[in-house]
T-cell receptor, first 114, second 117 residues
Framework: GAGVSQSPRYKVAKRGQDVALRCDPISGHVSLFWYQQALGQGPEFLTYFQNEAQLDKSGLPSDRFFAERPEGSVSTLKIQRTQQEDSAVYLC????????????FGSGTRLTVV | AQTVTQSQPEMSVQEAETVTLSCTYDTSESDYYLFWYKQPPSRQMILVIRQEAYKQQNATENRFSVNFQKAAKSFSLKISDSQLGDAAMYFCAYRRGLGGSQGNLIFGKGTKLSVKP
């Protein structure tokens, strides 16, 4: 597609529920990043993929967070047993991997845990 | 660890006037990249301007320019001839100068810019 697509745009989850957030990057983009943006804050790095390999997951806040990109294109961020502090916007960004800039961001998923 | 600080939570400017948004950062590295991103209510991060640390010349993109002071670790954004469409959250971001694009971005907390007609 022309841009990075994220779905759903909004998600309301009951505390304890599992959720899955989808990111469809620009076709051919090798690099994919997930960020978490709490209300009134800047985005914070969660994890990075190069093709299907997850090369950095140092930003994942707990073992309840899991990300995958099995075929090197679409990525899913899964959060198990959601808690109120997980409420945030989850942004995905992709790039060609050829330059240290040129990121394209999606419009994010706003997760609200009630 | 690298940090990015934006000390102005909110700023306001009159349409057609000039405004400067501040950003400071902390790093022990000499090779890095700095960015200003705009985030409108649609939530999509839009790149406004970037600066390579090895370049002494300040970057300029139409009405947007930066004042990059490497020794002071300061990276301010100047918006000239402000337009109503400039109203948004603005984030300063840092990236290590690794090869390729493996490095993630480190963001400040943002500055909310309002433009008055």
């Amino acid at each position: 597609g022309a841009g990075v697509s994220q779905s759903p745009r909004y998600k309301v989850a009951k505390r304890g529920q599992d959720v899955a957030l989808r990111c469809d990057p620009i076709s051919g983009h090798v690099s994919l990043f997930w960020y978490q943006q709490a209300l009134g804050q800047g985005p914070e790095f969660l994890t990075y993929f190069q093709n299907e390999a997850q090369l950095d997951k140092s930003g994942l806040p707990s073992d309840r967070f899991f990300a995958e990109r099995p075929e090197g294109s679409v990525s899913t961020l899964k959060i198990q047993r959601t808690q109120q502090e997980d409420s945030a916007v989850y942004l995905c960004a992709s790039s060609t991997g050829l330059l240290p800039y040129g990121y394209t961001f999606g419009s994010g998923t706003r997760l609200t845990v009630v | 660890a690298q940090t990015v600080t934006q000390s102005q939570p909110e700023m306001s400017v009159q349409e057609a006037e000039t405004v400067t948004l501040s950003c400071t950062y902390d790093t022990s590295e000499s090779d890095y990249y700095l960015f200003w991103y705009k985030q409108p209510p649609s939530r999509q991060m839009i790149l406004v301007i970037r600066q390579e640390a090895y370049k002494q010349q300040n970057a300029t993109e139409n009405r947007f320019s930066v004042n990059f002071q490497k020794a002071a670790k300061s990276f301010s954004l100047k918006i000239s001839d402000s337009q109503l469409g400039d109203a948004a959250m603005y984030f300063c971001a840092y990236r290590r100068g690794l090869g390729g694009s493996q490095g993630n971005l480190i963001f400040g907390k943002g500055t909310k810019l309002s433009v008055k007609p």
